[in-house]
């Protein structure tokens, strides 16, 4: 499945990391992305897994809604 987190909707709450760090963390524009990702602010940011782990409980966290799984 992949899980979609859609930055230009992003306000930057921290919900995500605090829930979930080992898949989200804030950017230097404070805008959460994957560890790692290059995404830039007006990009959706996007990771292929099969474990969606704690992932559930951050889309359930963002008051945005910007984060999506994408079966
Ligand atoms: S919970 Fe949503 S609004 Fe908050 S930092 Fe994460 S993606 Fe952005």
Redesign the pocket.
Known sequence: MKIT?E?P?????????ALCPNY?E?DQAG??HFLGSKAEPQETDELVTDDLGCVQE?ID???????KVVI
């Open positions: 987190i930055r909707r992003c306000i930057g709450c921290g919900s995500c990391s989200f804030l805008l959460s951050a966290a963002c008051p945005v809604q910007c984060i």
